[in-house]
């Protein structure tokens, strides 16, 4: 019976699934920390080009 309880690897799958999904949320989370600054400092200029844009439109609708 002790035999047979050692070698019962039901679970085991799981197991592994859980260690692959910690595996891969701790490289997310690397890359996320790795890129952050300049992700956040690319849709800062994207930002502030449309702004500029809307007030060149501004500018040039009224006529001045």
Do not use: C, H
Request: aromatic residues 6%.
């Amino acid at each position: 019976m002790l035999r047979k309880w050692f070698k019962d690897e039901e679970g085991q799958g799981m197991v592994e699934y859980g260690l692959i999904i910690g595996l891969i949320a701790i490289v997310v989370i690397v890359a996320l920390v790795a890129l952050g600054p300049k992700i956040r400092d690319m849709f800062d200029q994207v930002n502030d080009s449309i702004d500029n844009i809307g007030k060149e439109a501004t500018t040039a609708g009224s006529g001045t």
